[in-house]
């Protein structure tokens, strides 16, 4: 279901808090348009013209990343934790025009291209925040560093007074709590690139909530939730898919036994 506004994550699961004014800038980096093309057809998508974001788009739009499947079971429902401007969004919306596709995103000069790419799609409900572990701090920021090229990260601190940095409070929920509050039942599919706090929200969430969903897409940060991943996954999917970024950093793709694809 469409979300009516663009409201923040606790805000929408609880309604007890008021929305969380975000300072109002422009964003420092320039937008490039690409097409992006389905077997159902073609449409243009808008993102921060930066390495990191060129790359991404450029290995989801090709299915390097997050490869596409002919699954076995009805795919009727998408959660994409750390959407960025919505490639995978959008590309899951392409080819599950009647799954119901939740996308989170944190960054508030992010959201607004999230908001834009996907505004045309019906079954896209965008949520402004972030999903966290059980025991991350309540109250969280982006760090924005205008001359990286990684453009934003979340932390629990704001930028000290000198700093060049600019730093924006964000929303979050545990994962755990909006799994249960929000989602209300397993997703088919669940994509995490959450910058080294997948770790927590895979302990957040459990093996028994993980077990019922289809298809899990996991970046990952370092050894420890790699490790995780395999302990947690291993009794109830098999690994499929791997991409290897970097040492610390990489892809994983789980598949429960009984939605083993196709290769789309």
Same mark, same amino acid.
């Given at each position: 279901m469409p979300c009516e506004r663009e409201d923040t994550l606790r805000e929408q699961s609880t309604r007890k808090t008021s929305k969380m004014p975000l300072e109002p800038v422009?964003?420092?980096?320039?937008?490039?348009?690409?097409?992006?093309?389905?077997?159902?057809?073609?449409?243009?998508?808008?993102?921060?013209?930066?390495?990191?974001?060129?790359?991404?788009v450029t290995a989801v739009g090709s299915r390097t990343s997050y490869p596409q499947y002919v699954l076995t079971q009805p795919v009727t429902s998408i959660l994409d934790l750390g959407a960025n401007s919505g490639i995978f969004t959008v590309t899951r919306a392409m080819q599950y025009p009647d799954a119901r596709i939740v996308a989170v995103e944190p960054d508030?000069?992010?959201?607004?291209?999230?908001?834009?790419?996907?505004?045309?799609?019906?079954?896209?409900?965008?949520?402004?925040?972030?999903v966290v572990g059980d025991?991350?701090?309540?109250?969280?920021?982006?760090?924005?560093?205008?001359?990286?090229?990684?453009?934003s990260f979340v932390t629990d601190k704001p930028?000290?007074?000198?700093?060049?940095?600019?730093?924006f409070p964000i929303s979050t929920l545990p994962a755990s709590q909006f799994w249960d509050d929000v989602l209300k039942e397993p997703p088919s599919i669940l994509k995490m690139d959450i910058e080294a706090s997948e =770790? $927590?929200?895979?302990?957040? !969430?459990?093996?028994?909530? %993980? #077990?019922?969903?289809?298809?899990?897409?996991?970046?990952?940060? =370092? $050894?420890?939730?790699?490790? !995780?991943?395999d302990q947690m %996954? #291993?009794?109830?999917h098999l690994l499929v898919a791997a991409r290897i970024i970097t040492p610390d950093q990489g892809e994983l793709t789980f598949i429960r036994p009984d939605w083993m694809p196709q290769k789309a």
């Amino acid at each position: 279901m469409p979300c009516e506004r663009e409201d923040t994550l606790r805000e929408q699961s609880t309604r007890k808090t008021s929305k969380m004014p975000l300072e109002p800038v422009t964003a420092p980096w320039p937008t490039k348009i690409v097409q992006v093309t389905s077997k159902t057809g073609t449409r243009s998508f808008r993102f921060f013209d930066t390495e990191p974001d060129r790359l991404a788009v450029t290995a989801v739009g090709s299915r390097t990343s997050y490869p596409q499947y002919v699954l076995t079971q009805p795919v009727t429902s998408i959660l994409d934790l750390g959407a960025n401007s919505g490639i995978f969004t959008v590309t899951r919306a392409m080819q599950y025009p009647d799954a119901r596709i939740v996308a989170v995103e944190p960054d508030p000069h992010v959201f607004k291209l999230l908001i834009e790419n996907t505004q045309d799609l019906p079954n896209v409900s965008r949520w402004q925040g972030a999903v966290v572990g059980d025991d991350d701090p309540e109250q969280l920021y982006i760090r924005e560093r205008c001359c990286c090229t990684v453009m934003s990260f979340v932390t629990d601190k704001p930028a000290e007074e000198n700093s060049p940095d600019r730093t924006f409070p964000i929303s979050t929920l545990p994962a755990s709590q909006f799994w249960d509050d929000v989602l209300k039942e397993p997703p088919s599919i669940l994509k995490m690139d959450i910058e080294a706090s997948e =770790g $927590a929200v895979l302990q957040s !969430l459990g093996r028994e909530r %993980l #077990a019922k969903v289809g298809v899990i897409y996991l970046e990952y940060h =370092g $050894a420890f939730p790699r490790l !995780l991943a395999d302990q947690m %996954l #291993a009794p109830s999917h098999l690994l499929v898919a791997a991409r290897i970024i970097t040492p610390d950093q990489g892809e994983l793709t789980f598949i429960r036994p009984d939605w083993m694809p196709q290769k789309a």
